[in-house]
Nanobody
Framework: VQLQASGGGLVQAGGSLRLSCAAS????????MGWFRQAPGKEREFVAA????????YYSDSVKGRFTISRDNAKNTVYLQMNRLKPEDTAVYYC????????????????WGQGTLVTVSS
């Protein structure tokens, strides 16, 4: 599966953005989907994940209550709605896909998109 992330940009603290990740292939609905982010000089970290049917979600503690992951299998797309953004959310955001159940571990994801930059100004 090929993944294409979009929707990044510059936003003021407290604002919102919605990221999208479009997937190619007819098996999108069978994959667990995740979002990760990488800030300059830091390791790539888990943000959120959603099960193949959209029912089960995981979030990192740093975004819980502010970000929402969702998917539309009819459109082969996964979303990350980001609200109440903070300067520390500034990073390149990546979508990823894996077979099997949800995971926080980036090494368990098989496919990655190219990333989209989110910059939050204070």
């Amino acid at each position: 599966v090929q993944l294409q992330a979009s929707g990044g940009g510059l936003v003021q603290a407290g604002g919102s953005l919605r990221l999208s990740c479009a997937a190619s292939g007819r098996t999108f609905s069978s994959y667990t989907m995740g979002w990760f982010r990488q800030a300059p000089g830091k390791e790539r970290e888990f943000v959120a994940a959603v099960s193949w049917n959209g029912i089960v979600t995981y979030y990192s503690d740093s975004v819980k209550g502010r970000f929402t992951i969702s998917r539309d299998n009819a459109k082969n797309t996964v979303y990350l709605q980001m609200n109440r953004l903070k300067p520390e959310d500034t990073a390149v955001y990546y979508c990823a896909a894996k077979s099997g159940g949800l995971s926080y571990n980036r090494n368990s994801y098989d496919y990655w998109g190219q990333g989209t930059l989110v910059t939050v100004s204070s």
